[in-house]
């Protein structure tokens, strides 16, 4: 019996549409990378039974990057990484995806690709196919790949794309390979020499990277821009005359002026006194017109990410993550999609008949059904996937949250575009005052249509209209005058970007959620109420800066330019090396001239923030010149001797504090202690060891208790009892900062053993346990202590010693630090495997000038 292999883009997704294509009768088991689960039945395809094996990966399974010898940005001209050798490497390692799928694939006859339909997931099809290729069985002259094409989880569009299935697009995918490498040298190239350029000249930037970013940078600009406006914005003085008219039926209206308004106070107050002079105000005119409020056209992506921000106040990012669990749980159609068109062979009734049993708008779907139901509005068919529609009925207590009010929204557009037009009857009654005309206007809804299931976007009968008739005379009661201003305009909101960026070509419907929240965890701009948002002083001098060296860096057109040839790529109608080559050749030469004129930008720089000379606090003593260094708490927080004009990088996301005026035996450096509170971890820190890794086994970025040093008594070599019980590359370490409530906390990750509590003093000793732990000399408070006749010394191994083992527990450290993610690589040790403390690591490299003697 032949084996297909169907390979989905999210675990959730595998599960749902292998249930859907089994019928429910499917056994399932875990993958060997722990993550991802294997659903497996018998079936038929191609008209012969076969056995399906359906998988899924997790998102991307290779990303871009750079050779490893490039990653060094100390050594490396940023210039230099516009003709970098890249590569292609795993984008999560501890999935281990490709050796999973080619795992899965071994004896496989046949490959079918349940991706998400876009360009994304085309370039992820390949992904899987690169990584499946040698295990599949060899079928000359056969078809054995295949494309699946569906945009909703239900069991009618799944089935219905297995019974179509296609071929994976290479043009799609090629185009994501273009994006990926251009985005990758572009934003390295500029990111990597801004950043060092200015944070070893300020020291409040209070941001761990300066970036740029082709997409990032435009949207950027655009908040700017707005910023601009207002700080030119000069308010100037108008006024405005209001005259309060009573009907003969008692009731009185405010009318408006013909005129609108004057900038001449004299002026006004002429009117003003020539309009007092009448007491009686006279209609003049009726008009009676029947309005029509438009139904809204079916959803895409960009309008979901307006409206959302603007209505439910959710911010794109969130928004696009919340549609996607909405999606894979089968509550919504694919949420990424262009069109505002529903497809000819849509079945709108279908999708109505779903909701109609909803106590939300369940009435309105009935009547909808029973012959209310319109025509939808014509849209746009952008060709990729059919507007987003609910795919089934929800209610609050099964969604709750943000989840159902974005649902809640999408239904009921769905809905409305549906639904009848509003209509209402607009009545304008003109004055006249003299010889000056005015005007009162009032509305009466005559159909609410879509607006009774769109409740927000109803007409509110706000004004009663008094009964007017042509030729009345009613009394003037008072007549104002109004000072105003003109007022600026505000700052950009999340609605107004988002269709700034859709008109200007800035991102895609899946990326402009991504390059939003960037400029905002950047810290280039902040989110003010009402989602607006108003640029740092950061993100202004950045733009400024980039206007006053070279304007196209952060305008539109170039990034609208690139997105255009990329998508002719695409479509097949531009070579990919082509397109790569002359878009690098082009920022080439950018980053070339503003490398030569940076100093224009810094020009800026100066006169909004503070040298690192004149930066921070003193903190600890530099191990070169036995000065004071100052501590920058901005981040990225870092240290700077003034006297060796040097600046030393630290561990972020957590407190820094001088460690008992103790110093590195390596280089005199006095060490700091780095926490992240008290449900955290910490770990002394030398400056000058943690950017100036001081043996091979060592990288940047390690704090002293991963150093090691044979007899420093802060390294793992004199703190470490044993191998880590989760992560298996790192060391499990005493904590000795950590009394009264003794811990040990790993150096790789994020796992923390607390211990013996209350315990006076606990340290290492020499013995070792059988199972390669050191053990641990305990000297227990005479209070609490679990020996027996007042003993408080205790010898033992934390995992095996029956007194110790009860007084063992685990917990994960709130730590959010890279220093505790990822491995080393060290490999090959379990328990029972550690080495034990100042054997076998070999002779360490020379750090300083007084380092060999050290050792002698």
């Not at 989905?8 to 088991?29: D, H, T, V, W, Y």
């Not at 209206?253 to 006279?282: C, G, Y």
Request: proline letters at 6%; hydrophobic letters at 35%.
């Amino acid at each position: 019996m032949k084996t297909v292999l169907m390979v989905a883009e999210k675990p959730s997704l595998a599960q749902s549409i292998a249930k859907f294509l089994s019928n429910g009768r499917m056994n399932s088991r875990k993958g060997l990378n722990g993550a991802c689960s294997v659903h497996e039945y018998s079936g038929s395809f191609r008209n012969e039974p076969v056995k399906f094996k359906m998988t899924s990966v997790c998102g991307h399974v290779m990303s871009l990057d750079f050779h490893h010898k490039y990653n060094n940005w100390d050594a490396v001209d940023p210039l230099e990484l516009f003709t970098a050798t890249t590569l292609k490497k795993e984008a999560t390692e501890k999935l281990q995806m490709p050796k999973f799928l080619s795992h899965e694939a071994k004896g496989v006859d046949y490959l079918v690709l349940w991706l998400d339909c876009d360009k994304e997931g085309e370039n992820i099809c390949f992904e899987v196919m690169e990584c499946v290729r040698n295990s599949m069985n060899k079928r000359p002259g056969e078809q054995t790949v295949f494309r699946a094409k569906f945009s909703a989880i239900t069991e009618k569009d799944i089935a219905g794309a297995m019974q179509k299935l296609g071929q994976p697009n290479k043009n799609e995918s090629l185009s994501v390979d273009a994006r990926q490498e251009l985005d990758l040298r572009i934003g390295c190239a500029f990111t990597r020499f801004q950043t060092k350029y200015f944070q070893n000249k300020y020291g409040d930037l209070d941001s761990a990277l300066i970036s740029y970013g082709p997409c990032q940078t435009p949207t950027l600009g655009f908040c700017v821009e707005r910023h601009d406006q207002i700080q030119s914005f000069k308010p100037e003085a108008y006024w405005v005359i209001k005259p309060k008219v009573v009907h003969s039926s008692g009731q009185s209206v405010v009318l408006d002026w013909d005129r609108v308004r004057v900038f001449d106070k004299e002026i006004a107050l002429v009117f003003q006194k020539t309009i007092k002079e009448s007491s009686n105000a006279q209609v003049t005119c009726i008009s009676k017109t029947q309005k029509t409020k438009q139904r809204p056209q079916a959803l895409n992506t960009v309008e979901m990410l307006r409206l959302a921000s603007s209505g439910l106040g959710m911010g794109p990012q969130h928004t696009m993550q919340i549609a996607e669990r909405l999606y894979t749980q089968g509550y919504i159609s694919y949420p990424r999609t262009e069109t505002t068109h529903y497809p000819e062979n849509f079945d709108l009734k279908g999708a109505l008949k779903q909701q109609s049993g909803s106590a939300m708008w369940g009435s309105h779907v009935r009547e909808l059904l029973d012959g209310a139901m319109t025509k939808p509005r014509k849209g746009h068919d952008a060709g990729d996937h059919p507007p987003i529609t609910p795919m089934r009925c929800a209610s609050e207590s099964e969604l709750g949250g943000d989840p159902w009010r974005l649902y809640d929204f999408i239904t009921r557009h769905f809905l409305a575009t549906l639904s009848p037009d509003c209509k209402y009857l607009q009545t304008t009654v003109k004055f006249k005052i003299g010889k000056e005309a005015f005007s009162f206007t009032g509305k009466a809804v005559t159909d609410p249509g879509f607006t009774s299931v769109m409740t927000w976007q109803a007409i509110s009968d706000d004004e009663r209209m008094p009964p007017f008739n042509k030729g009345d005379i009613c009394q003037v009661a008072e007549v104002k005058l109004d000072e105003r201003q003109t007022l600026p305009p505000d700052f950009l909101t999340e609605s107004e970007l988002i269709t700034l960026m859709e008109k200007h070509g800035i991102g895609t419907d899946a990326s402009i959620s991504v390059h939003i929240n960037n400029i905002c965890e950047r810290n280039y701009v902040q989110i003010q109420s009402g989602r607006k948002l108003a640029p740092t002083s950061l993100g202004i001098v950045l733009v400024h800066g980039y206007q006053k060296i070279d304007p196209e860096l952060v305008l539109p057109t170039m990034r609208s330019a690139v997105e255009e040839q990329l998508n002719l790529i695409a479509h097949g109608k531009a070579d990919f090396n082509a397109v790569l080559h002359h878009a690098i050749g082009i920022f080439t030469q950018k980053f070339t001239y503003f490398v030569k004129t940076v100093s224009s930008m810094d020009e800026l720089f100066e006169v909004s923030f503070t040298p690192l000379s004149e930066s921070g606090k003193p903190l600890s003593r530099c191990g070169k010149c036995n000065r004071y260094m100052k501590y920058i708490a901005a981040k990225p927080s870092r240290l700077h001797c003034a006297t060796c004009d040097e600046t030393y990088s630290l561990p972020q996301n957590g407190s820094i504090k001088l460690y008992k005026e103790l110093r590195c035996p390596l280089d005199d450096f006095e060490l700091v202690l780095w926490s992240t509170g008290a449900k955290g971890k910490s770990t002394p820190v030398c400056p000058y060891c943690y950017s100036h890794p001081p043996f091979p086994t060592m990288r940047k970025g390690m704090g002293c208790n991963q150093c090691t040093h044979p007899t420093c008594p802060h390294s793992e070599e004199a703190l470490g009892v044993a191998d880590c019980l989760e992560c298996e590359k790192g060391m499990l370490n005493l904590d000795p900062t950590s009394a009264p409530k003794w811990r040990l906390a790993c150096n790789m990750c994020n796992v923390v053993i607390h211990m013996c509590e209350g315990a006076f003093r606990i340290s290492l000793s020499e013995d070792e346990c059988d199972c390669g732990s050191s053990k641990l000399d305990v000297d227990f408070n005479k209070a609490n202590s679990p020996l027996p006749n007042n003993l408080t010394q205790h010898r033992g191994c934390p995992f095996c010693d029956p007194i110790l083992v009860p007084l063992v527990r685990l917990q994960h450290a709130a730590s959010r630090h890279p220093m505790y993610r990822g491995g080393r690589g060290r490999g090959g040790r379990g328990r029972g495997g550690r080495r034990r403390r100042g054997r076998g690591r070999g002779q360490p490299k020379d750090k300083m000038s007084q380092l060999a003697a050290y050792f002698v």
